[in-house]
């Protein structure tokens, strides 16, 4: 399985980008994709995760400014990230899951920052 994320990069406060990450094989196939990152200093903590049969969750500090989403013709899961804080800089990680198989995708990294 690999997971190739991008849409990341440089951005102002209070603005928007849209992160991508596509999949080799039917996104159907997980049991669970979703967003994680990775600050510097910080430990990855999740952003969105969306199992296979429901709807997205997100962690706390994101709620209500990100929306992640799916295409499934594409093999591909979407974060789309509004109302950008700096404190939003970090690395951006795809993950999917199967039973207790993770994968990871190489991570797009998003700064924001004026």
């Known amino acids: 399985v690999q997971l190739q994320a991008s849409g990341g990069g440089l951005v102002q406060p209070g603005g928007s980008l849209r992160l991508s990450c596509t999949a080799s094989?039917?996104?159907?196939?997980?049991?669970?994709m979703g967003w994680y990152r990775q600050a510097p200093g910080e430990q990855r903590e999740l952003v969105a995760l969306?199992?296979?049969?429901?709807?997205?969750n997100y962690g706390d500090s994101v709620k209500g400014r990100f929306v992640m989403s799916r295409d499934g013709t594409k093999k591909t899961v979407y974060l789309q990230m509004d109302n950008l804080k700096v404190d939003d800089t970090a690395v951006y990680y795809c993950?999917?899951?199967?039973?207790?198989?993770?994968?990871w995708g190489q991570g797009t990294l998003v700064t924001v920052s004026s």
């Open positions: 993950h999917a899951r199967i039973l207790s198989r993770h994968y």
């Open positions: 094989e039917n996104i159907f196939n997980f049991n669970f």
């Open positions: 969306m199992p296979v049969g429901g709807g997205p």
